[in-house]
């Protein structure tokens, strides 16, 4: 009989290939072939690697903060299961339910988007304003935000809080830029969805 423990977590390179496949598939869900996404979504899919590497291959952080620094660290500082120590699993179980959340942005955003205009021919795709739409502009990257963040509250590493960083930014800059080419192309109509509207959080961003 295998007892289980922390170091049962290694090694599993079937789980890391899987857990990239189930996660990078989202990147299916947004324009990935323009050129403005790809900075982003190389961020995103370097996180999503970096993440399965370290909690199901090889803890890398925990090594080199031990080479480093001569000490082992605890589980759930910096890298491990987060918040065990604080909350014991609840802390796993809240960031798959905020992953799952952002998965569901992620797909809903997508069908109305695609519905309304991706599909169409240009010029006579329209402002969508629907769904998800009427809350946020961006429900697919705030998506992508929350997904990451639930596997850092269940797994946090320093390559993995670096990274989630600079996602942010990299998915804020495109918004922007994307929101001015829908400006430039729905006029009036989109500054008086955007007066009603935030872009990532209902009522707050």
């Given amino acids: 009989m295998v007892t289980e423990n922390v170091w049962s977590h290694f090694g599993m390179w079937w ?11 989202f990147l299916l869900f947004v324009p990935f072939y323009k050129k403005s996404q790809i900075k982003p979504a190389g961020v995103y899919t370097a996180f999503i690697v970096a993440f399965a590497l370290e909690m199901f291959g090889v803890p890398f952080s925990m090594f080199a903060i ?21 909350i014991g699993f609840w802390g796993m179980y809240l960031g798959i339910l ?16 695609h519905k309304n205009y991706w599909s169409k021919e240009e010029g006579k795709g329209k402002l969508v304003t629907i769904g998800i739409y009427r809350y946020i502009r961006h429900p697919q990257y705030t998506g992508f935000f929350m997904i990451t963040l639930g596997m850092m509250l269940e797994w ?12 942010l930014v990299l998915y804020y800059k495109l918004a922007k830029r994307e929101e001015l080419d829908i400006e430039k192309e729905f006029g009036s109509e989109y500054l008086e969805y955007k007066k009603k509207t935030k872009m990532f959080i209902p009522y707050i961003i």
Wanted: glycine share 14%; no cysteine.
């Fill in 15 to 25: 789980a890391v290939g899987l857990w990239i496949i189930i996660y990078g598939v």
């Fill in 66 to 86: 031990g080479w480093l620094f001569g000490i082992t660290l605890p589980e759930g500082v910096l890298w491990g299961h987060t918040l065990v120590q604080y």
């Fill in 98 to 113: 905020i992953s799952l959340t952002g998965a569901a942005l992620v797909l809903s955003g997508w069908n109305q988007i």
């Fill in 156 to 167: 946090a590493t320093l390559p993995l809080i670096i990274l989630y960083s600079l996602l």
